[in-house]
């Protein structure tokens, strides 16, 4: 029969302690020669709280619900941006004859009311997009789009406080409100997660800014390199194949990258 003898069970608590502050110390050291080599330091393991969409939900709880709610800034991180249909409201004649509308005439109405768009994409955009954005004047004026070839996360930030990250691009198959049976299959959170929201808002910005332009490989694959924007300031708008840039004021909000 095993007896519980307290030496050997403070011994072990012991050499768990020691194995653990030995850990930490190879984590530090390991953070201070990173830091040092001028590598992004991996930060200590922590909990985040997330909401899982799946689908659908992609639709109904970001673009159908979170998206309208911004009052301050909504920035889109996208490999591939295409056009992106969603229903027609309520009670207009389109919504009654089961037509859907383009969800840039829902981008339009945020920048009516001051919000702040950024997109920041990979590929250029589609000709249905293209073609819609042409039809939408005031949304020419206040959509903010920037291309870098090596952009393939897909993000929505909206207002500095809720951050979505996952697989699906700003295109009708990942986003739009197409039925189960003929959408991508989607996962991606939702979170209101502070060092992530900060994390992932200052990689933003440092593409947008043109700040990790001057060493990248594919420079040449670049039809125009965000850091020949340089003396501008971030909310410049560099309107594509319109040839057409807007000096605009930055609007700051909580969370917002200064």
């Not at 709880?61 to 309520?90: F, H, M, Q, Y």
Request: charge should be positive; include cysteine; charged fraction near 25%.
């Amino acid at each position: 029969m095993c007896r519980y003898s307290p030496g050997v069970a403070m011994r072990g608590v012991i050499a768990r302690a020691a194995h653990r502050s030995a850990r930490e110390r190879r984590g530090r050291a390991g953070r201070e020669r990173a830091a040092a080599a001028g590598a992004r330091a991996v930060p200590a393991e922590r909990q985040a709280g997330v909401w899982l969409l799946d689908g659908m939900d992609h639709y109904e709880r970001l673009i159908a619900t979170e998206l309208p709610s911004a009052r301050v800034a909504v920035w889109i991180g996208t490999a591939n941006l295409k056009e992106l249909r969603v229903p027609a409201p309520p009670g207009t004649r389109a919504r009654a004859r089961g037509q859907g509308m383009s969800v840039l005439e829902q981008l339009q109405a945020l920048g009516d009311a001051g919000v702040e768009l950024r997109v920041l994409h990979g590929k250029e955009p589609s000709r249905p997009f293209a073609t819609e954005l042409a039809r939408l004047p005031r949304l020419r004026k206040e959509l903010a789009l920037r291309q870098c070839p090596r952009v393939h996360f897909k993000v929505i930030v909206i207002d500095g406080r809720l951050l979505y990250l996952g697989s699906a691009n700003f295109t009708g198959a990942g986003l739009g409100a197409r039925s189960e049976g003929r959408r991508n299959f989607e996962l991606g959170v939702l979170t209101t997660d502070e060092y992530l929201l900060d994390t992932v808002q200052s990689r933003f910005e440092a593409i947008w800014s043109g700040r990790e332009c001057q060493h990248c490989g594919v420079r040449r694959l670049c039809a125009r390199p965000l850091d020949r924007l340089g003396a501008k300031r971030p909310g410049v708008a560099e309107l594509q194949g319109g040839g057409k840039t807007r000096i605009r004021s930055q609007k700051t909000g909580t969370g917002t990258v200064p």
